[in-house]
T-cell receptor, first 113, second 111 residues
Framework: EAEVAQSPRYKITEKSQAVAFWCDPI?????LYWYRQILGQGPELLVQ????????DSQLPKDRFSAERLKGVDSTLKIQPAELGDSAMYLC???????????FGQGTRLTVV | GENVEQHPSTLSVQEGDSAVIKCTYS??????FPWYKQELGKRPQLIID?????GEKKDQRIAVTLNKTAKHFSLHITETQPEDSAVYFC??????????FGSGTRLQVQP
């Protein structure tokens, strides 16, 4: 069964350092999402891509976060510099677009110390 | 933007009882309403969804109802089992936007 792949699964970094997460969506899924999930809360959208274009990044803290999906397939989310409040689970999801099921990856659990 | 409110935040039931989780949404243009289940340490996974052209959908022990006039939708789990214990999230999109998730309901099924 096809899955959304994410790496790394866990990341510990010191504040002010740079960190990057990678996501490979299900083959053929044009829409890719990055969500952040703080413990005990629901996922919150950071950025949405349609192919290589950003559809919505209104909730992305652009002073420190960046995301790209250069060839419209895999994607990278970067934080520089990391802050203590960035500690969370970063979930990538993909879908065929429109109102169709979003499939989530296992996530990257980030701890900033 | 879309606002999705979910309650209760926690729900404890005895095995075999029913559980109901309710959500309200703000955007009258929303037309797709999925429910996700997230077990501890795992990814959210879709368990059922409903579109605005129907009022109810069932899949074995799980059902979802939608009231577009009142802008709320509910998840119903019957004959609950210990393996139903998890956090459940409702969600709703707005147009081309991604899903906005509720705050989650932690369901505990007591054996």
């Amino acid at each position: 069964e096809a899955e959304v792949a994410q790496s790394p699964r866990y990341k510990i970094t010191e504040k002010s350092q740079a960190v990057a997460f990678w996501c490979d969506p299900i083959s053929g899924h044009a829409t890719l999402y990055w969500y952040r999930q703080i413990l005990g809360q629901g996922p919150e959208l950071l950025v949405q891509f349609q192919d290589e274009s950003v559809v919505d990044d209104s909730q992305l803290p652009k002073d420190r976060f960046s995301a790209e999906r250069l060839k419209g397939v895999d994607s990278t989310l970067k934080i520089q510099p990391a802050e203590l409040g960035d500690s969370a689970m970063y979930l990538c999801a993909s879908s065929l677009g429109g109102n169709t099921e979003a499939f989530f990856g296992q996530g990257t659990r980030l701890t900033v110390v | 933007g879309e606002n999705v409110e979910q309650h209760p935040s926690t729900l404890s039931v005895q095995e075999g009882d029913s559980a109901v989780i309710k959500c309200t949404y703000s955007d009258s243009a929303s037309n797709y309403f999925p429910w996700y289940k997230q077990e501890l340490g795992k990814r959210p996974q879709l368990i059922i969804d409903i579109r605005s052209n129907v009022g109810e959908k069932k899949d074995q022990r799980i059902a979802v109802t939608l009231n577009k006039t009142a802008k709320h939708f509910s998840l119903h789990i019957t004959e609950t089992q210990p393996e139903d214990s998890a956090v459940y999230f409702c969600a709703s999109p707005t147009g081309r936007r991604a899903l906005t998730f509720g705050s989650g309901t932690r369901l505990q099924v007591q054996p």
